[in-house]
C-alpha cells in the first residue's frame, strides 16, 4: 500500500510520544511490505545521513514548526468558537507541500496522527481521491481538557486556567466530534479512550496502543542503580505533565525527604516551564531540560515515579521506564489504558500519603525493587513491543477494504 502519514513532530529523534508512536508506525508498516511518505513539522532539516527515516519511508517532507504568539489565542479564545488545538500548528507552507504531495501521486491511506492536524482535512478533502482517511488519536482531548478543568478549579491561583479548559473542552468536544465523522476511521490509544470517541457517532473506532521497541532499551541491573534518587520524564512544557511534578514536590517529596534526606528527583524532558524550572533547587530536585537520551537517567535511577492527575492515552514514558527494567511507582491516572499484566508489574497508588508510603517502601528494599523492574521488562515486552502491536493497525486497514 501507498500510505502518507503527517505527524506534528518529527519521528526520529523521539522527543514526544508522538513522536515515538509515530517512528513506530513508520518501522512497523516498512516491515510489513509497505511504502511511506513522511509529512512531519521539524525546526531542523531532515537529511539523509543517518537518519533511519530514510530507510524506513519512500519519501521524508518537512515544514518548519509554526510561531503562534500568546497575543494570536488571546484573539482567537475571544474573537471566535474555534479550539485552541485548531490553529496551533496551522500552517501555509505545511498545505502547500500537503497539496502539492497528494497531486503527485495516489495513496491508498492518509493518517494524520493528533488532533492538530485534522485542520488540515479540508486539503485532504480536496486532494485525496480514493485514498481512506485515518485519524490516529493520540488523546481524547475533550476529556482532558475536562480533567484539568476539575483540578484547577479547586485552586484559587488557577482559576484562570481552569475558565481556559472548560472553554476548551467544549470546543474541543465539537471539532473532536466533526473530525471523528468526517474521515473513515478513527485509531484510539487505549479502550477509555474509544469509549470516549465512539460516543461521537462518527466511524469506527480501533485501539493500537502505543508502544516501543523495547530492545533500544536494554538496561543494566538493579545493582547498578542510584541509591535514593527518582526520576520523571517528559514533555515538560505540557500541562499534565507540569500539574505531576509541581503535585510531587508539593505533596510528596517533604515527607519523601523526612525520612530520606539524601533524596534527589530528577526531571528529564525538553521544554521545561518556568514553573518546572522553579523547583530546581540545586540540592534535591534537578531539571535537566532536553537531553540526548532518557536511557542513561533510566538506567541509573532507583525509582521511576508517576504522579499523574490529568491526561488520556497510554504513557509511553512508563513504558519506557519498564523496558529499562525500572521499578514504577504510579497514580492509577498514570497507568490507566495498560494491559492487565503490565499494571501487575507496577505499583499503583492514589493519595499524596499512599503515593509517598509507597515510594518509601520501595526504597529500602532493592530485592523488591528488583523483582518489579524485571517482571515490568518482561511485559512491556510480551504486550507492548511494536512486534506486538501493528496487527491492530494493518486489521482495521483490512477492514477499510486494504492490505
Known amino acids: 500500500m501507498e500510505i502518507l502519514l503527517l505527524s506534528p513532530d518529527n519521528p526520529f529523534p523521539s522527543e514526544s510520544g508522538a513522536a515515538i508512536r509515530n517512528y513506530g508506525i513508520i518501522r512497523g508498516l516498512y516491515g510489513s511490505g509497505h511504502r511511506v511518505t513522511l ?35 488571546i484573539v482567537s479564545l475571544l474573537a471566535t468558537r474555534r479550539a485552541d488545538m485548531e490553529d496551533r500548528l496551522m500552517s501555509a507552507a505545511f498545505s502547500q507541500k500537503l497539496a502539492a504531495i497528494l497531486d503527485s501521486r495516489a495513496f491508498d491511506i492518509i493518517q494524520f496522527s493528533g488532533i492538530e492536524l485534522g485542520s488540515y482535512l479540508p486539503v485532504i478533502g480536496l486532494k485525496k481521491g480514493a485514498a481512506k482517511v485515518v485519524y490516529d488519536a493520540l488523546n481524547a482531548e475533550a476529556e482532558l481538557q475536562r480533567l484539568i478543568y476539575q483540578l484547577d478549579r479547586k485552586r484559587p491561583s488557577r482559576l484562570h486556567t481552569a475558565l481556559y479548559s472548560a472553554i476548551q473542552a467544549r470546543r474541543l468536544a465539537r471539532y473532536e466530534r466533526n473530525l471523528c465523522r468526517s474521515v473513515d476511521a478513527v485509531i484510539a490509544v487505549s479502550q477509555e479512550d474509544r469509549s470516549l470517541l465512539e460516543s461521537y457517532g462518527g466511524a469506527p473506532v ?17 545493582e547498578g542503580r542510584a541509591d535514593n534518587q527518582l526520576v520523571f520524564t517528559g514533555k515538560m512544557d505540557y500541562r499534565p505533565n507540569v500539574d505531576a511534578v509541581e503535585w510531587f514536590c508539593d505533596a510528596i517529596l517533604p515527607a519523601l525527604l523526612q525520612r530520606h534526606p539524601a533524596l534527589r528527583l530528577i526531571i528529564v524532558g525538553r521544554n521545561p516551564h518556568p514553573r518546572i524550572q522553579a523547583l530546581a533547587d540545586g540540592n534535591h530536585v534537578r531539571v535537566t531540560g532536553w537531553v540526548e537520551s532518557v536511557l542513561p537517567y533510566l538506567k541509573a535511577t532507583t525509582l521511576f515515579v508517576l504522579p499523574m492527575r490529568m491526561g488520556s492515552g497510554t504513557r509511553l514514558k512508563i513504558l519506557e521506564a519498564m523496558a529499562s527494567g ?45 523483582a518489579l523492574g524485571e517482571r515490568a521488562r518482561e511485559q512491556v515486552r510480551a504486550h507492548y513491543d511494536w512486534s506486538a502491536l501493528m496487527h491492530h493497525l494493518l486489521s482495521a486497514y483490512e477492514d477499510l477494504g486494504l492490505g
Do not use: W
Request: hydrophobic share 30%.
Open 206 to 222: 480501533y485501539v493500537m496502543p502505543s508502544g516501543i521497541f523495547v530492545d533500544d532499551y536494554q538496561s543494566c541491573s538493579g
Open 39 to 73: 509529512l512531519t513539522f521539524s525546526d531542523t532539516a531532515l537529511g539523509p545521513g543517518t537518519n533511519p527515516l530514510f530507510r524506513y519511508c519512500g519519501d521524508v517532507h518537512s515544514c518548519p514548526i509554526p510561531q503562534r504568539s500568546k497575543a494570536d489565542r
Open 326 to 370: 525500572c521499578a514504577v511507582v504510579s497514580t492509577s491516572l498514570g497507568a490507566s489504558g495498560l494491559h492487565g499484566s503490565i499494571r501487575e508489574a507496577i505499583e499503583i497508588v492514589d493519595g499524596s500519603d499512599r503515593f509517598a508510603h509507597c515510594i518509601s517502601s520501595l526504597l529500602s528494599d532493592m530485592d523488591r525493587r528488583q
